[in-house]
């Protein structure tokens, strides 16, 4: 079984700042994938960014960005240029590589990390 | 196009009374999955379903809660004889059929059920 574990329940940035937030995983699998949904007030779960474990590149989407360490089980966001707009409860989270089509692609979540963005 | 449809919002229900919650997938997905997410906490998988099948139930209660995703309509997570501890938002999200390992879900906005 997956475990994802955020140790930061609460975090704030200034408007502009950049902030990083800590996710740790702890699995067996060697191909998987990681996430980093978004989600505001709405409810809305937002996907931020992805993970492939296979690629060595962090991934990177605008103000968007991870430090992927595979060895250390260690998946961080960072978010450059902190708008307003970015507050929110960000989770972290673990899909195992599914081969076949008909297998369930179960999304394995951490506890969240309430983020804001103070102006 | 439209993205993943829930409804309703919000759903009150007293101790007792049956639940249903619906959700209609994105044009062009056959495959619904249902988490739940208790306050404080982030989701965790109930059920995957392909039209007119369940796939894996692993996350489901044995007792009282049930999915559907029939040929035509939405699919439907019932929960009979609700408890103060079902209280949650219950999310729903499809992927598209195609594509093996493709691994991105789309996700609706949720149905916060309420029970008195």
Redesign the interface.
Known sequence: AQTVTQSQPEMSVQEAETVTLSCTYDTSENNYYLFWYKQPPSRQMILVIRQEAYKQQNATENRFSVNFQKAAKSFSLKISDSQLGDTAMYFCAFMKHERSSGSARQLTFGSGTQLTVLP | NAGVMQNPRHLVRRRGQEARLRCSPMKGHS?V?W?RQLP??????MV?L?KENI??ES?MPKERFSAEFPKEGPSILRIQQVVRGDSA?Y?C?S?P??????????????T?LSVL
């Not at chain 2, 059929?97 to 949720?110: A, D, M, Q, R, V």
């Open positions: 495959h999955y988490y404080e906490e982030g989701l965790k998988f995957y392909q796939i894996d996350g938002a999310f999200a992927s059929t195609t594509g093996i390992s493709n691994e991105k879900l789309f996700f609706g906005s949720g916060q």
